[in-house]
């Protein structure tokens, strides 16, 4: 399998929306998800069910003057979220994205806003989707065709997916018919991965499904995704914030300054296939960030992706986390 993008598409899009990928005959034993969700809390902490929010800094980077971080170029900046509402037999996880393009951008984006929102629902124990959503809106730009979209599924009842070309005058709807076995959606991907055995050097892996993939190519898009842990564990510092959340502080003896490096397995994301493409790196956090009495598990501190132009990279993204919730604000 590999993950290219397809050329028409906004770099925004190449990030967390539109992989484009190709299937793998491998079949591998699936990995066995944790027992207790990371992102579960007791019902005497949670009487209502558990929830978590986790908010990011986007950015996007050309780095086709040097992958060093004095030679990168930001041409985009945005925010992400990420919003699980669990309850005792579903759970739901929402993500909305939006990135808007500056000056140093290519001339066709500079100005434009792109934004992706999805909601997947899925069965809290077993992982397994019930339902999902996904909106893409991309800006015009001049000489090129807006591809935003919007795509609904229900693999529980009708087992059917839908697809609607949203910017193009007259467009078709377009369905295809889902399996009636167990599937886990693309708009799960970072969580089903958080949810395995997470250890330096482990390697786990689960089946995913692409709707977009699928109604690219006509036929069900069901890859195999391996995720697999450094030998060593990373530290990385995403701000003095995470002090409420239980990580220590480190004082430079000669300097005297403070900082909150945060312990963190450096994952991989790819698929399991010859011509697999540039994985996903994630860094999930080692130890719980903790709140309230609550502890949530391997929390994605850094999601980061690059794409390439032959052998070099020309784009590198980056998602940093800049603050989390374990409690639902009042509505």
Not at 213 to 235: I, P, Q, W
Not at 298 to 316: M, T
């Amino acid at each position: 399998m590999k993950l290219t993008i397809k050329k028409k598409m906004c770099a925004a899009m190449s990030v967390v929306a539109a992989l484009s990928l190709c299937a793998c005959n491998t079949e591998t034993a699936e990995t066995t998800f944790d027992k207790t969700m990371p992102w579960h809390d007791s019902v005497e902490l949670a009487p209502t069910g558990s929830y978590e929010r986790l908010d990011y800094s986007v950015a996007i980077y050309d780095t086709t003057k040097g992958v060093a971080d004095d030679k990168r170029i930001v041409i985009a900046e945005g925010e992400m979220s990420f919003e699980l509402k669990e309850s005792v037999s579903y759970t739901s996880l929402a993500m909305n994205f939006a990135v808007t393009y500056n000056d140093a951008a290519p001339e066709a984006d500079r100005g434009k806003t792109d934004r992706i929102q999805s909601e997947v629902e899925f069965e809290s124990n077993s992982l397994a989707a019930k339902r999902s959503e996904k909106t893409v809106t991309l800006a015009d730009r001049e000489g090129k065709t807006n591809l935003s979209y919007k795509i609904t599924a229900d693999y529980f009842d009708t087992h059917e997916a839908t697809y609607i070309a949203t910017a193009q005058d007259g467009a078709k709807k377009k369905t295809f018919s889902l399996p009636k076995n167990t599937c886990r959606d693309n708009e799960m991907m970072f969580y089903l991965a958080r949810a395995q055995a997470l250890s330096t050097s482990a390697s786990n892996n689960f089946k995913m499904v692409n709707l977009f993939d699928t109604f690219n190519t006509g036929s069900l898009a069901e890859y195999r995704m391996v995720v697999n842990c450094d030998e060593s564990k990373h530290k990385i510092e995403i701000g003095d914030w995470v002090k409420d959340y239980g990580v220590e502080a480190v004082t430079d003896e000669k300097t005297g300054e403070t900082s909150y490096p945060v312990s963190c397995f450096y994952t991989t994301i790819s698929i399991n296939a010859e011509n697999h493409g540039p994985p996903y790196v994630v860094h999930y956090a080692e130890n719980p960030f903790k709140s309230g009495g609550k502890e949530h598990k391997k929390i994605p501190l850094r999601i980061s992706y690059d794409q390439y132009s032959g052998s070099s990279v020309f784009r590198h993204t980056e998602y940093n986390l800049t603050s989390c919730s374990f409690d639902k604000a009042a509505e």
